[in-house]
């Protein structure tokens, strides 16, 4: 409800946190998907995979993570100019899953270039696979307390 009422200077940092978002999940999305289908057995281009997965990461979700935080932080100096302290949950939510997730999507796209750098699929791919999966039922929460503002 309060999207709807909001100043018009707002619009350049909400469009850029927002399409930063989606493109994060998107690139996060066909990473795990990537690295998920390198796990197959009867799959012979596993290698190629892990390639995409680490492109996917680095040269997508990193520009995107960038983009929704820089736009996040944009956001709200506007609609909370004083930063007061008492801030929303869902303010703490997105902080919170927003500073988390840079940290481990740094950690996934490192545990993702050693994994390119293997021939065979090992414990590296693996724990870059779960990392991605993590950071993004992160994002999914963050999505959900941007959209239904819990007190």
Not at 43 to 47: I, T
């Given at each position: 409800?309060?999207?709807?009422?909001?100043?018009?200077?707002?619009?350049?940092?909400?469009?850029?946190?927002?399409?930063?978002?989606?493109?994060?999940?998107?690139?996060?999305?066909?990473?795990?998907?990537?690295?998920?289908?390198?796990?197959?057995?009867a799959?012979?281009?596993?290698?190629t995979l892990r390639r995409f997965a680490f492109r996917s990461l680095l040269a997508a979700a990193v520009p995107a993570f960038f983009a929704m935080r820089i736009g996040a932080q944009w956001i709200y100096?506007?609609?909370f100019p004083s930063g007061s302290g008492d801030d929303p949950t869902w303010v703490g939510i997105g902080f919170m899953v927003?500073?988390?997730g840079g940290l481990l999507l740094i950690a996934a796209c490192v545990l993702a270039w050693r994994a390119t750098k293997r021939e065979a699929t090992g414990?590296?791919?693996?724990?870059?696979?779960?990392?991605?999966?993590?950071?993004?039922?992160?994002?999914?929460?963050?999505?959900?307390?941007?959209?239904?503002?819990?007190?």
């Open positions: 409800m309060l999207a709807s009422f909001h100043p018009t200077s707002w619009d350049v940092p909400l469009f850029l946190h927002v399409l930063g978002a989606m493109v994060l999940v998107g690139a996060l999305l066909a990473a795990l998907t990537a690295f998920a289908l390198q796990w197959r057995p799959v012979e281009f596993g290698a100096s506007k609609e927003s500073d988390l414990g590296l791919a693996r724990a870059a696979t779960i990392l991605t999966g993590i950071i993004l039922a992160l994002d999914l929460v963050a999505m959900w307390a941007m959209t239904t503002k819990p007190s």
